[in-house]
């Protein structure tokens, strides 16, 4: 047999066993997780020590994850939110690292408590699906809505600003 042939004929098992474990989560994992919720109701304390004696044996890797989860969630709302274009809707800055999301009509309009910022507040987009009434801020202009109620890009056009 060909080495190369051997490759494909492997990438296609694996492909297929994949895909049958797919299948039996499909049928199977409501039970699975039902299942998983009553062992750790039974035992909490067991199961904290174990989780604890992972996190303390692979911080580093939980860690890593972590901020690679919390990166990919922010992303994943900007994206959502600035229509593909990861650009600040007020003045156009474009720099990632600059952009927020913002609350159009605040966060009491929201429903959810003041606190609810960063993590928790993209985690809880995605969990809704991207509701409506978010948008995406560059910080300044985000401070300046949270501070003045507008932006001073909304509040003066472009031609009537002095030239320093």
Request: charged share 25%; hydrophobic share 30%.
């Amino acid at each position: 047999m060909v080495p190369m042939e051997f490759e494909k004929q492997q990438i296609a098992r694996r492909a297929a066993k994949r895909a049958a474990g797919r299948a039996w989560w499909v049928d199977n994992g409501d039970q699975t997780r039902a299942a998983r919720r009553a062992q750790h109701a039974e035992n909490p304390e067991t199961n904290r020590r174990r989780g604890r004696a992972y996190y303390a044996a692979n911080r580093s890797n939980v860690l890593a994850k972590g901020r690679a989860r919390h990166a990919a969630d922010r992303l994943r709302c900007l994206h959502h939110y600035s229509d593909g274009t990861m650009k600040c809707c007020c003045c156009g800055e474009g720099t990632e690292q600059f952009l927020t999301i913002d609350h159009i009509d605040g966060k009491r309009a929201m429903g959810h408590s003041r606190s609810m910022n960063g993590t928790p507040l993209r985690r809880w987009l995605i969990k809704n699906e991207f509701p409506q009434g978010f948008q995406v801020l560059c910080y300044n202009c985000n401070c300046a809505k949270g501070f003045y109620g507008q932006c001073p890009h909304q509040s003066t056009s472009t031609t009537d600003r002095e030239e320093p």
